[in-house]
């Protein structure tokens, strides 16, 4: 019998063991015809990938933990020149992917999660698709609507540029071991049109900016970038940072532009 590996912390380490719910999450892609490549992030022992392969996209893989390399190339043959071994945050999409386009999956590392949405909002014109696991409470901030609590800065920045899904929610139980919090899926699509019509550099320090202090109206947090502006003396400026939907920044980031 394999010896049975133990999970590592450093690594984000929690397996999946329930095929059920690994084979929901496979085929949750569902743009599957607009793109030829897939990556799955953190295959750590293959639950996931082995519903991944024969698929009509061709898979590739990058795991940090060197252990794993051996496993998944003895249970998934094909997919042997396709591993990478390393770290997903020091990876160069386009380079490694000669630009095309590929989407992304994975039962995501949690201490990394939202810098993977990050790295996907900055190489938008790469990457069509995601589904994947976070936190619950990350993955609610992602999908959650202005004039929600967990309205914030992750929502603004990749809803900007994808329709945000809440697929469903993964008990605590359903992974070995058990990580401290609930579990949820979503779903990522990219826009048809995802131009903001705006500096998209600009706009994230604008989003981050009003966000600053979100109790505050944006009179008071967006006086520095808007010095001595009369617009600050609008209705708008009176409001809050958590009611403004995607648009209301862009419209905001054009005004500070225009300074
Ligand atoms: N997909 C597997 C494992 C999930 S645990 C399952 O569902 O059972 C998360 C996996 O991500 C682990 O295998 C871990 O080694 C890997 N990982 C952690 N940090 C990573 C990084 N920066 N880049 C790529 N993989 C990483």
Not at 9 to 24: C, M, N, P, V
Request: with cysteine; proline share 5%.
């Amino acid at each position: 019998m394999a010896k049975p590996i133990r999970a590592k912390k450093s690594f984000g380490q929690h397996f999946l063991h329930r095929t059920d719910i690994a084979e929901k999450i496979a085929y949750s892609l569902n743009r599957e015809k607009d793109y030829g490549h897939v990556l799955e992030i953190g295959p750590g022992q293959g639950m996931l990938t082995q519903f991944l392969t024969d698929r009509a996209f061709t898979l590739h893989a990058i795991e940090a933990d060197r252990d794993m390399i051996p496993i998944l190339a003895e249970k998934f043959p094909d997919l042997k020149d396709r591993i990478i071994q390393g770290d997903f945050l020091k990876l160069h999409l386009g380079e490694q992917f000669k630009e095309e386009q590929i989407a992304i999956i994975g039962n995501f590392p949690y201490n990394i999660s939202s810098q993977i949405l990050i790295r996907m909002v900055d190489s938008r014109w790469l990457i069509p698709e995601l589904v994947g696991m976070f936190q619950k409470e990350v993955a609610e901030r992602v999908v959650a609507p202005p004039g929600s609590r967990t309205y914030g800065v992750i929502s603004v920045l990749c809803q900007a540029f994808y329709d945000a899904e809440y697929l469903f929610t993964v008990d605590r139980s359903a992974f070995d071991p058990p990580p401290k919090v609930q579990s949820a899926i979503i779903r990522m699509t990219r826009k048809e049109n995802y131009e903001l019509g705006c500096d998209p550099k600009l706009f994230r320090k604008v989003v981050k900016q009003a966000f600053s202090q979100r109790r505050k109206m944006l009179r008071n947090t967006m006086k520095a970038m808007l010095v001595d502006s009369p617009l600050l003396e609008e209705e708008f400026f009176t409001l809050r940072p958590e009611r403004l939907s995607v648009e209301d920044f862009v419209k905001l980031t054009k005004w500070v532009a225009a300074m």
